[in-house]
């Protein structure tokens, strides 16, 4: 017995499933850009947040809390520390006064002793490449951490 079906019962839907094809393929597209550009963002905001932390543990040690002479060595070390993490669009040596933020709290500034505070605020600002312009993300991320400065021993 043969079940084939005869050429006159066969359908002409040839065209079907290319048709859900363009239909369907837009929007999942869409949302696995979304989707990977949410984890390029989350990936670069906690590598930018441990860069922030690492320069702000380092800062509380130093001893010069003038803006000129100690936020320009934070700057250098905050650099420094980014190059060798996996933050994305960071290029060598590329952040100045305009991305990182470096202030001081509390007298005296550092302090001598135990029961005198003050504390170092290190505010990082950085850019993280947006790979698909239609999603509502312009990649601007930003990272403060604040520590409190010990007295020398």
Not at 48 to 56: I, P
Request: charged letters at 10%; proline letters at 7%.
């Amino acid at each position: 017995m043969n079940l084939e079906p005869r050429p006159s019962q066969r359908t002409t839907e040839t065209g079907q499933s290319l048709a859900e094809f363009a239909i369907v393929f837009p929007v999942f597209m869409l949302l696995l850009g979304a989707v990977l550009q949410f984890g390029i963002i989350l990936w670069s905001l906690n590598s930018l947040n441990q860069v922030a932390r690492d320069t702000g543990r380092w800062a509380a040690t130093q001893i010069d809390c003038t803006a000129g002479v100690g936020g320009a060595a934070i700057i250098a070390k905050s650099n420094e520390v980014a190059a060798q993490s996996s933050l994305l669009g960071y290029a060598t040596g590329s952040w100045t006064s305009s991305n990182v933020t470096v202030s001081w709290t509390g007298t005296p500034c550092p302090p001598t002793n135990n029961s005198q505070t003050a504390w170092v605020r290190i505010t990082i600002r950085h850019a993280v490449p947006v790979f698909f312009p239609w999603i509502p993300a312009n990649g601007n991320i930003s990272s403060t951490t604040e520590y409190r400065m010990e007295p020398r021993p």
